[in-house]
């Protein structure tokens, strides 16, 4: 057997090698082709942004300018007569709110016998809520003492506290005392020392 090759030019197999090359260079323009399509789509989407960009910095300019303008237009006097009327409204909705009725049926049940009230004031407080000053007479300490006791227990009384006392003319104790009142706080209570 001959091993040699006789011919003049020797045959190679060249189509698989041109195949491959082919199937490469499909491969190389698909994968071109795909980038240029994205490098598009996002240049497109970045061109989009930037507008989109721009067009919002130009609103935020405009509404500073408007909030600017407004700002100077408005009259600091008007606003704090507007904060007043809304006080003195919020005051009127807080006096609706409380019930006399309530107050002195707490009262009632708490009072002891020797314990007499000869004014009570209240005012809302913004931080503390309902403050009631209350003036009582009495013959002793002790009866004042015992009235705190009784507020003190139903719970709708806090912190009860005398803020001055003094004696009358005729011996009896004149004490004022101021607590904050808390009205949704239970209910009148049964009676306490009070009369009968």
């Not at 709110?97 to 000869?118: G, K, Y």
């Not at 003094?166 to 949704?184: A, F, K, M, Q």
């Amino acid at each position: 057997m001959i091993r040699t090759n006789l011919s003049t030019r020797p045959f190679y197999n060249e189509r698989i090698v041109h195949l491959w090359l082919i199937a490469l260079a499909v491969v190389v323009a698909a994968a071109t082709a795909f980038n240029v399509s994205r490098v598009l789509r996002y240049s497109r989407s970045d061109t989009r942004l930037a507008t989109q960009a721009s067009q919002d910095e130009s609103r935020v300019r405009e509404l500073h300018q408007e909030a600017v303008r407004l700002r100077a237009s408005v009259d600091p006097k008007q606003v704090d007569f507007a904060a007043a009327d809304a006080r003195q409204a919020n005051d009127l909705i807080d006096r609706r709110t409380f019930s006399w009725t309530e107050l002195f049926n707490r009262f009632e049940t708490t009072l002891p016998d020797d314990v007499r009230i000869a004014s009570v004031k209240p005012r809302v407080d913004r931080d503390r809520g309902i403050i009631l000053t209350v003036n009582v007479s009495a013959k002793t300490v002790d009866d004042v003492g015992a009235f705190i006791k009784n507020l003190e227990d139903t719970g709708a009384f806090v912190n009860v506290r005398p803020v001055e006392e003094r004696n009358d003319e005729t011996g009896l104790l004149i004490s004022t005392l101021e607590t904050v009142y808390l009205p949704s706080a239970g209910k009148p209570a049964g009676r306490g020392g009070g009369r009968r």
